[in-house]
């Protein structure tokens, strides 16, 4: 191996392990990215920090004070560009001139308009031996809601769907609980307590009477993570276009939740939850303007949770950016309710996915799917 190979696989060693930390920021840093960081002198690891949460420090500036002098000619290894602008604390990218690194390899440049390569510049200017891109991708799938909002102005979206082999959510019914088992029933609050919303229709709140919230002992995770996870609950969004849903349902008195709907806001909801009037075609709510929306207030990461209808709806205007559908060795049968209300007439016209994972999650199935353009089919 040449020297240049070397320092490539050192790299690549270090930034992996400061990926490892940011992931630790998964439930926390809302709606802040996740971000590791990692300090390297003479070989051996002098400092590592993560950012836990917005308006405390970055994780450069955990790293730097675990690492003290020892910063002094280091190499700071970050998941993403250190910041250049004062935010609710100050740019990292000074931090790390101050303390005297003498090189640092970032993931991938900020996509902030406000940093946007201004962070690697800077440090630069200030003869800091600087590169970037070093496991971009695995930094880019850490960061998916922020990296989209920051991009394209929207959260990333993520429907969670449960089904059996014959591919059927619900009795004709209605009745639906528990086609899975507690490992699945486990990663779907692990997926609720990462996003920065949870999204559902009056369809699932008025027959299943749900409620959508994150519940600790089902969350699988050690105490730490738990703790961070439960400290910064998401926000619940009801699409309930005509207000069907009371508020004495379960699921206003679970807590603080924002109703997006197209019709005025009726007297009875004066003191209740938020109301988003954002009406669309045929009476139905905009559900691009409502994430455009969610955008706006800082969400990154949408889980939607709702029946075939909506689920359907967000499928059908191309506004999923991945599947997670949870699958049961079970049939329902032919009089069952399909996965998702989406009629198509031909083959030519079915919307191809790329499934780029499946494994067993307890006795049930995960497969993650992305929705591939329409140019590629
Ligand atoms: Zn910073």
Avoid at 262 to 278: D, S
Wanted: charged share 20%; net charge neutral; proline share 6%.
């Amino acid at each position: 191996m040449n020297l240049c190979d070397e320092q490539a696989v050192l790299d690549a060693h270090y930034m992996a392990r400061a990926l490892e930390l940011a992931a630790k920021g998964r439930f926390s840093t809302h709606p802040n990215p996740r971000v590791g960081c990692v300090i390297v002198c003479d070989g051996q690891v002098v400092g590592e920090g993560w950012h836990v949460r917005a308006g405390e420090p970055h994780a450069e500036v955990h790293a730097l004070r675990a690492a003290g002098a020892k910063a002094r000619g280091a190499t700071a290894y970050v998941t993403l560009e250190p910041c250049s602008h004062h935010g609710r604390t100050p740019p990292c990218a000074d931090a790390l001139v101050d303390a005297g690194v003498a090189r640092v390899v970032a993931a991938m440049q900020d996509p902030n308009p406000e940093v946007a390569g201004r962070g690697l510049q800077r440090l630069a200017q200030a003869g800091i031996a600087t590169s970037s891109g070093v496991m971009e991708q695995q930094a880019r799938a850490l960061n998916q809601g922020f990296l989209k909002r920051m991009e394209h102005g929207l959260p990333f979206v993520r429907v969670k769907l449960a089904m059996s082999l014959d591919g059927r959510t619900a009795m004709a019914s209605g009745e639906s609980q528990w086609i899975t088992g507690p490992a699945a029933r486990s990663a779907v609050q692990r997926l609720r307590a990462q996003a920065s919303v949870v999204l559902t229709g009056a369809d699932t709140v008025l027959a299943d009477n749900a409620r959508l919230t994150v519940r600790a002992e089902e969350l699988g995770l050690d105490a730490e993570q738990t703790a961070l996870a439960m400290s910064r609950p998401p926000l619940r969004v009801l699409i309930d276009g005509r207000l069907r849903v009371p508020l004495d349902a379960p699921f206003f008195k679970a807590g603080p939740a924002l109703v997006a709907t197209c019709a005025a806001v009726e007297e009875q909801y004066a003191n209740g939850p938020e109301c988003l009037i954002v009406p669309g075609a045929d009476g139905q709510v905009d559900l691009r303007r409502l994430l455009s929306e969610l955008a706006g207030r800082g969400i990154n990461e949408v889980l939607v949770e709702a029946g075939p209808r909506l689920a359907g709806a967000f499928a059908q205007q191309g506004l999923v950016d991945e599947y997670q559908i949870f699958v049961a060795g079970k049939f329902l049968g032919s009089s069952a309710r399909p996965l998702l209300d989406w009629p198509l007439a031909q083959m030519s016209e079915a919307p191809q996915l790329k499934i780029i994972e499946m494994r067993a999650v307890g006795d049930d199935w995960r497969v993650i799917a992305i929705p591939l353009p329409a140019a590629s089919v």
